[in-house]
C-alpha cells in the first residue's frame, strides 16, 4: 500500500512524514524545502506501508513541475493524506476540495494546530469531519502531537468522487469555513510586528544587514573556539601515536609518505605534511568541521525561523536584475555550506534560463564552508583586508555575471509571485536533527574525498606528473595569476576537495596578494567533483559546457586583474 | 475610488474589485486566495520596482510589481 502525503506548500509535511517513517528529512519554514519525492515505510497493523512525502502543490492543475509530479502520484497512490495547515483553512480546502474530486480515500490532517489559538482562529474539527465527510485529524507535527491519532485513523480514508466546478468549489468553501471557522480579536505579538518591521526597506534592510553581520561573526566565533578549545587539543594528544609511527615507518620510505607526509624541519606539521594520517585528518575535522558546525547551526535557525522568504522579498529587484527571482537567495545561501545541496536547490525556481543562472553563479562565486574555513585559515590572518578583499572580489563577481548572463541568454525573469510564512521559533530538536543530518553527510560524504586527494597528491608527487603538469600550465599560472607554477597541484586537488586544495596553498610561502588571488581562482575556476556530479544531473550536458566555459573564462580573467591590481 | 495594488499607500487596507487579466492569473493568485472580494493590507512596497508585499488574512504574500499593477483595488477608510 502507498501512502501519499500531500498538501499545499510549508504546511508540514515533511514534519509529519519524519514522525511516520522515522526517517529524517529536511524541515525548514519556507515553501519548497522538499524538492523532489521522499519515500519511507511505516508499520500499520503488522504490515509495511509506503509513506511518499510529496513536494507541495496549491492546486490539482498541472500547471507547474511540482503540480505535474502530485498529479502523477495520485495514480500510484492508495490513500492520501491531506496535510492541511489550520491557520490558513480556507485557501488550504481548494486542493482539499480538488482531492475529494479523485477517486481515492482522503483523510485530512489540520496541522499548527497549536498556533490557531494564538491567532485567534476557532475551528470546529468535528463538524469539518461531518461537512467533508472524511476524517479529520489536528496535529502539531513537530511535536508528534496526534500523529497516533493519525494513524489509528488511516483506516477511516474514505473516497468520495464529487464533482465541481471551480466556482462552485470557492462557494463550498465559503460555507465550509462560515460553519466551521470563528476568528476572534488577536492581539498583535512580537513576531508579527517584526515581520512587518522585516520587509519593510527602512528597517529590513538594516535588519539584513545586521543578520549577516551576525551570522558571519557567529560563524567564526564558534568556529575559532571549537578549534582552540576542542580539536587542537585533541590533535595534540593524537600527536605522539603519529609520531610514533614515523619513527617505526621511517622519513623517505614511500609507506611513510602516503601515510604521514613530509616532514616540516622533522617534524609533523597537520597541514602541510600531506599524509593520509596527518593532514587527511586534521584537515577535515580540525579546520572545516568546526565552522561546517557552526555554519549549520546557524543556517538551521535562519531556515526555521522563517526569515528567509523575506531576504528574498528584500533583495528580489536587486535578484531580478541578474535574471534571477529573490528566491534564488536560498540555493546561495545554502551553497555557502555546500555546493551540493545547493545546486539541488535551484530547484524552487521555476525556468529552465532561472535555475542555469542560479546554478552557475553558485558554482563559480559561492564558496562552501569547507573551502571558506581553510581560507580563514590562510587569509584570517590578515584580517579584513585579506579576507575583506576575497569576499567582496566574488561578491562584485557576483553581480557582474548575473548582470551579463542577464543581458546575453534570451528570455525574461517571470514575476515573482510567493508566499511568506509567518515568523515561528525553532523547535531545538528539529534544529539538532537537521544539524546533525548535516554534519553526518559531510562525515560520509566529503572525508573519502579529502582522504582521496591526499592519496592523489602523493601518487602524482611519486610519479612526477605534477612536475610535468606544472611545466605545461605555467604560462597561466605564472603568465597570468603571478603564482608559483607549483601552486598547480592545489589546481588539481581543487577539482576533488577545495578545503585541501586552499590547504596545499601554505607551503608556497606566497604573499597577501597571491593568496587572494590564488583563493578567488581556486574557488571559480571548476567545482569540486561532487558539485560538477549533481550538475550535471541538474542542468544536462550541454548547459553544464555552457557553465564550464563561463567558469574557466571568468578564472582567466578575474585571476589575471586581481594579479594585476595587488 | 479605485486604485491598482501598485499604487495603493503602504499599510492601507482595501478590497480587491477586480482582476486586469485572465483566467491563468486569477488561478495563480486564487492559489493564495487572493481572490476578488477579499480585503488585503500593503505591508510595504520593495525599492528598485520591486515587488509589493501584502497580507491577506493569515498569509503573507509576495507579489512581482507588474502583477501588482494588475490587480485593482477598492481602499477602505482608514480606522
Known amino acids: ?566 | 475610488m479605485e486604485v491598482s495594488l501598485f499604487d495603493l499607500q503602504t499599510g492601507q487596507k482595501a478590497i480587491i474589485s477586480r482582476l486586469k487579466e485572465g483566467e491563468m492569473f486569477r488561478k495563480k493568485l486564487a492559489s493564495l486566495n487572493i481572490r476578488v472580494g477579499k480585503t488585503i493590507r500593503k505591508i510595504t512596497a520593495e525599492p528598485l520596482r520591486g515587488p509589493v508585499v501584502i497580507e491577506i488574512e493569515n498569509t503573507e504574500a509576495t507579489i512581482g510589481m507588474n502583477m501588482a499593477k494588475k490587480i485593482v483595488v477598492e481602499p477602505l477608510e482608514a480606522e
Open chain 1, 1 to 566: 500500500m502507498k501512502i501519499l502525503l500531500m498538501g499545499n506548500p510549508n504546511v508540514g509535511k515533511s514534519a509529519i512524514f519524519s514522525r511516520l517513517t522515522g526517517v529524517n528529512v529536511m524541515v525548514s519554514n519556507y515553501p519548497g524545502t522538499t524538492i523532489e519525492l521522499k519515500k519511507g515505510k511505516m508499520k500499520l497493523d503488522d504490515r509495511l506501508v509506503e509513506i511518499i512525502d510529496v513536494p507541495g502543490t496549491y492546486t490539482l492543475e498541472p500547471t507547474s513541475k511540482a503540480e505535474e509530479v502530485a498529479v502523477r502520484m495520485l495514480e500510484v497512490g492508495d490513500v492520501v493524506v491531506n496535510v492541511v495547515d489550520a491557520t490558513n483553512l480556507e485557501r488550504n480546502l481548494y486542493l482539499t476540495l480538488q482531492l475529494l474530486e479523485q477517486d481515492i480515500p482522503v483523510i485530512v490532517v489540520l496541522n499548527f494546530w497549536d498556533e490557531i489559538r494564538h491567532l485567534g482562529i476557532q475551528i470546529d474539527a468535528k463538524k469539518l469531519e461531518a461537512h467533508l465527510n472524511v476524517p479529520v485529524v489536528p496535529t502539531v507535527a513537530v511535536t508528534a502531537e496526534g500523529i497516533k491519532k493519525l494513524v489509528s485513523r488511516l483506516p477511516e480514508a474514505r473516497a468520495h468522487a464529487n464533482k465541481y466546478s471551480e466556482e462552485a468549489r470557492w462557494s463550498e468553501i465559503g460555507k465550509i469555513i462560515r460553519e466551521v471557522q470563528k476568528l476572534t480579536f488577536k492581539k498583535h505579538t512580537f513576531l508579527e510586528k517584526l515581520e512587518d518591521l522585516s520587509v519593510k526597506p527602512l528597517t529590513g534592510i538594516p535588519i539584513t544587514l545586521s543578520i549577516l553581520a551576525l551570522v558571519f561573526w557567529l560563524v567564526r566565533f564558534f568556529g575559532e573556539n571549537l578549534i582552540a578549545y576542542l580539536f587542537d587539543p585533541l590533535f595534540e594528544l593524537y600527536l605522539p601515536a603519529v609520531t610514533g609511527l614515523s619513527n617505526v615507518l621511517g622519513e623517505g620510505s614511500i609507506i611513510h609518505d602516503v601515510l604521514v607526509g613530509t616532514l616540516i624541519e622533522g617534524k609533523i606539521d597537520f597541514v602541510q605534511s600531506m599524509g593520509l594520517l596527518t593532514t587527511g585528518l586534521y584537515v577535515p575535522f580540525a579546520m572545516v568541521l568546526p565552522y561546517v558546525f557552526a555554519f549549520y547551526l546557524v543556517l538551521g535557525v535562519l531556515e526555521d525561523s522563517g526569515y528567509l522568504p523575506r531576504l528574498a522579498t528584500l533583495v528580489d529587484a536587486v535578484l531580478h536584475k541578474l535574471g534571477m527571482h529573490g528566491l534564488a537567495i536560498i540555493p546561495m545561501l545554502l551553497g555557502l555550506g555546500c555546493n551540493v545541496p545547493g545546486a539541488l536547490s535551484t530547484r524552487i525556481l521555476e525556468t529552465k534560463r532561472q535555475r542555469f543562472i542560479a546554478a552557475t553563479l553558485m558554482a563559480i562565486v559561492v564558496p562552501c564552508m569547507a573551502q571558506t574555513s581553510m581560507v580563514f585559515a590562510l587569509l584570517g590572518p590578515y584580517g579584513i583586508k585579506g579576507l575583506g578583499t576575497y569576499f567582496v572580489t566574488l561578491f562584485i563577481v557576483w553581480l557582474a555575471l548575473g548582470f551579463l548572463l542577464n543581458k546575453v541568454l534570451k528570455g525574461e525573469t517571470p514575476e515573482t509571485f510567493m508566499e511568506i510564512p509567518p515568523y515561528r521559533i525553532p523547535y531545538f530538536g528539529s534544529l539538532a536533527k537537521k544539524l546533525w543530518m548535516r554534519i553526518r553527510s559531510f562525515l560520509t560524504e566529503a572525508i573519502p574525498f579529502v582522504l582521496l586527494g591526499v592519496l592523489i597528491v602523493n601518487i602524482l608527487y611519486v610519479l612526477g606528473i605534477i612536475d610535468w603538469i606544472s611545466e605545461a600550465a605555467a604560462p597561466v599560472i605564472v603568465g597570468i595569476w603571478g603564482l608559483p607554477k607549483e601552486a598547480v597541484a592545489s589546481l588539481i586537488v581543487g577539482f576533488l576537495r577545495k578545503d585541501v586544495a586552499v590547504g596545499m596553498l601554505l607551503p608556497l610561502g606566497l604573499d597577501m596578494g597571491q593568496l587572494i588571488v590564488a583563493s578567488v581562482v581556486l574557488t571559480m575556476y571548476f567545482p569540486c567533483v561532487a558539485t560538477f556530479v549533481v550538475l550535471f544531473k541538474e542542468l544536462g550536458a550541454m548547459d553544464l559546457i555552457k557553465s564550464t566555459a563561463i567558469m574557466i573564462v571568468s578564472a582567466l580573467l578575474v585571476g589575471g586583474i586581481l594579479n594585476a591590481l595587488l
